[in-house]
């Protein structure tokens, strides 16, 4: 498990689902855990420690209502109204089997198999894991500006027969991933390389960049196209500090002048 989270790390990926095979792993030193014999207060130990925290989860997503003003005054992070509503929603959900489990404790052995003091571990943990990964984290990627700028990109580039595709210095992985462009994508270093691009008879060609390279290159574009690029990576107010690195992308047509 180590090993892979040192992998996933250096990979430079930020993803949090990119760790998911982490969990068959910690499901089996679970399982170890579990069926150790003789190891009954490091079992409880172990135990508390998990239901601890998923019930610290659960109350922080049901109070994040409260939270919200808090983290928008600190961050400017303005929450969608559905993910202000699927975290107490999700937080509710997730400390019902702690209620059943003083109510009703037959129906959680019942329903997961498990002992009584693991089954309301099993169903929080599930509807907290299952609710982030079904609902809130596809709420969060809507608001990925990266992603929506490349799949403008990729709708662009889709809709030229004949197309060409650099990057200006910086090459942004996200970018290429979501642009699923079919060919191969050049990386120009200076703007004699830019210029010559521009300047090439492909009759389609998409010049991507950073924003903070669009002054270095307004003097080799063409001059239809130096009032603003056709496509900008737009940002959010806590997003600010990222403005330099936004891209942007210019479409040209024909040869350059």
Known sequence: SVLIFVFFTFSGSRRN???????PFCALFTSAFLMTQGKERWQRLGLGLQAGLLVLVCLIEIASLGLWPMIKARTGF?????????????????????LIRRAAPSILVTLTGTRLKMAPLVLSAAVLMGGFFWRQQ?????????????????????????????????????????ADYPGPVQILNDLDSARSFIQSDK?????????????????????????????????????????????????IIGKGK
């Open 203 to 251: 009759e389609v060609k998409f010049l991507v960049s950073n924003r903070e390279y669009i002054p270095e290159l307004l003097p080799v574009l063409p001059e239809e196209n130096r009032k603003e690029p056709d496509l900008i990576e737009k940002y959010h107010a806590w997003d600010q500090e990222k403005i330099p690195t936004n891209m942007v992308a210019w479409k």
């Open 138 to 178: 596809v709420i969060l990627s809507a608001l990925s500006d990266e992603r929506n700028f490349a799949r403008s990109l990729k709708a662009q580039v889709m809709g030229s027969p004949s197309v060409d595709m650099a990057f200006y210095k910086d090459v942004s992985p996200k970018v290429l991933f979501y």
């Open 78 to 98: 303005v929450p969608s109204q559905n993910l202000k509503l699927s975290a107490p929603i999700l937080g509710l959900l997730a400390l019902t089997p702690w």
């Open 17 to 23: 689902y990119y760790i998911l095979p982490l969990l």
